[in-house]
């Protein structure tokens, strides 16, 4: 069983090495204002880049380019950043370590900015971690500038906000529909700024001719259902009953769970949470006979439960079709009905068995809406009266409702 795990992961692995991240019709523009035309790999940056690989065609070579070489780049009607210069505000955003001083803590600093609305106003992202900062300029304020919003505390038990931002624009973008009363009610994220900037272009007769429209925190989710055959598998520690360990042989059972998965809006897709219910039951028993006393001692195990598990998967794209994906996951195990039986000169004693939780790791494939999946739980650590040690190997076969 073991080899065919590992010839399994093995021919898997080999799969997953060409399952690349894609390049796409893009643009690069540098910094003598020179255009060309090549292929991006389009990541889909979570955080804000300061380099990317482009080719020039299919059977070129990869190249790097940096924040520093370039003025511009883009994937045809999905993303654009732009190079710039500027003073970027550093303030803490930690509750714990917030300032007390309502200015922002600025840096001067080149980077790569997400263009969210491209017009006669422009606005833009750049987002490291939990930093999230948005620029603006326009054709009569052509310098980039930070839209300025900090949280401070001016004192023990107060938090404060600076949301500033809201005057910079009333003050550089004249339009009659922009009032202190609208503003007062837009806030400092992708929705708000980038709905606030399409209407001061249309207010101004200006052409949009980009809005980033990239998946606006668009969390999606699938429900999976999914049979599978669990192979599993116990050994019992030495213990005040018997002084030998025990391990049972691997036997299978049959099991069934349905999963939620929430494809997370980053990174073209590849990557999700899953959150999944599934029974599990094992029934087996080991005879041993003492080689000079010739007493027979007798473990059981009848073990139900539900496995609760929560992880983290990510996918390989093969083609539109078809994706490889592995999994992480934790593990928490609720037994109900279960219990170790021992058997020994006609008495019998038996062990509840508690609650634990433990660690899995799972390979699979998904064809449209079919999925097969290889997955191996770990030692499930317990709180029981004896030591015990139990894992399973998973065959899943799932298919996605929706």
């Known amino acids: 069983m073991t080899k065919i795990l590992h010839t399994i992961f093995l021919v898997c692995f080999g799969i997953i090495s060409f399952a690349q991240t894609r390049f796409e019709e893009g643009y690069i523009i540098n910094n003598k204002n020179e255009r060309k035309e090549v292929l991006i790999k389009n990541v889909d940056w979570l955080n804000n880049p300061q380099s990317f690989e482009y080719k020039l065609d299919e059977n070129s070579k990869i190249e790097t380019e940096t924040v520093n ?9 999905k993303s654009i950043y732009v190079s710039s210069t500027v003073l970027i505000d550093y303030s803490s955003e930690d509750i714990k370590n917030l300032s007390g001083d309502i ?6 600093e080149t980077l ?4 969210l609305v491209k017009g006669e106003a422009n606005l833009y992202k750049y987002r490291k971690g939990e930093r999230i900062r948005y620029f603006f300029n326009s054709t009569d304020h052509p310098e ?9 505390q001016p004192y023990v038990n107060r938090i404060d906000y600076n949301k500033f931002y809201r005057t910079q624009i009333l003050t550089n ?8 009363n609208l503003l007062g009610k837009v806030e400092y994220n992708d929705k708000n700024l980038t709905e606030l900037f399409e209407t001061i272009n249309n207010c101004n007769n200006s052409n949009v001719e980009f809005v980033d429209k990239a998946k606006k925190n668009n ?7 999914r049979p599978r055959v669990n192979l599993n598998q116990l050994t019992i520690d030495k213990n005040n009953f018997d002084f030998q360990s025990t391990k049972f042989d691997r036997a299978a059972s049959f099991g069934i769970g349905l999963e939620l998965e929430l494809t997370l809006p980053f990174n ?6 899953i959150v999944e219910p599934n029974f599990v039951s094992y029934k087996a028993d080991s005879e041993r006979i003492a080689p000079v006393t010739d007493i027979k001692s007798k473990w ?3 073990y139900k439960a539900i496995d609760v598990v929560v992880g983290i998967r990510h996918y390989f794209f093969l083609n539109s079709q078809s994706k490889i994906f592995i999994n992480g996951m934790f593990v928490p195990t609720f037994a109900f009905n279960s219990a170790l039986t021992f058997e020994r000169n006609n008495t019998t004693t038996e062990i509840e068995i508690g609650k634990g939780f433990n660690y899995g790791a799972g390979i699979g494939y998904t064809f449209n809406k079919f999925t097969g999946e290889v997955r191996y739980i770990s030692d499930i650590k317990r709180k029981d009266d004896i030591g015990n040690s139990y894992n399973n190997i998973s065959f899943i076969i799932g298919y996605n409702l929706f």
């Open 69 to 77: 070489n370039v003025k511009e780049f883009g994937v045809i009607g």
């Open 103 to 108: 200015n922002p803590e600025f840096r001067e």
């Open 112 to 115: 790569f900015l997400k263009q």
């Open 144 to 152: 980039i500038e930070q839209l300025v919003y900090k949280m401070y």
């Open 173 to 180: 973008f004249k339009c009659a529909s922009i009032t202190k």
């Open 219 to 225: 969390v999606k989710f699938h429900l999976n259902v």
């Open 268 to 273: 073209n897709d590849k990557w999700s949470a």
């Open 300 to 302: 059981s195990v009848d």
